[in-house]
Nanobody, 112 residues
Framework: QVQLVESGGGLVQPGGSLRLSCAAS????????MSWYRQTPEKERELVAQ???????NYADSVKGRFTISRDIAKRMVYLQMNSLKPEDTAVYYC??????WGQGTQVTVSS
């Protein structure tokens, strides 16, 4: 079992930055593929960024070059650094462990 708690969302202007955090408890973080997803009322949940057990990363085309996923295994934390934010990045962002365990989500709103 893994419990995930996201934080760091909020309101930011276009072009701004936010860092989302995901605190994991209950199991070894390195055993899971950790991912960030996002969802809006108009769209299905989509994969934003992923980091596998070896530390290799993968990103949606829409966020490549702007978002960076990282993890601190000792602290059991996963992060999503989001730069050059756009209004279309507005969504609820979810942290997931291997697509099995999910956090409650954190709202990101990009608006002037």
């Amino acid at each position: 079992q893994v419990q995930l708690v996201e934080s760091g969302g909020g309101l930011v202007q276009p072009g701004g930055s936010l860092r989302l955090s995901c605190a994991a408890s209950g199991s070894f973080l390195s055993a899971y593929v950790m991912s960030w997803y996002r969802q809006t009322p108009e769209k299905e949940r989509e994969l934003v960024a992923q980091i596998n057990t070896r530390g290799a990363t993968n990103y949606a085309d829409s966020v490549k070059g702007r978002f960076t996923i990282s993890r601190d295994i000792a602290k059991r934390m996963v992060y999503l650094q989001m730069n050059s934010l756009k209004p279309e990045d507005t969504a609820v962002y979810y942290c997931s462990a291997s697509g099995t365990f999910w956090g409650q989500g954190t709202q990101v709103t990009v608006s002037s």
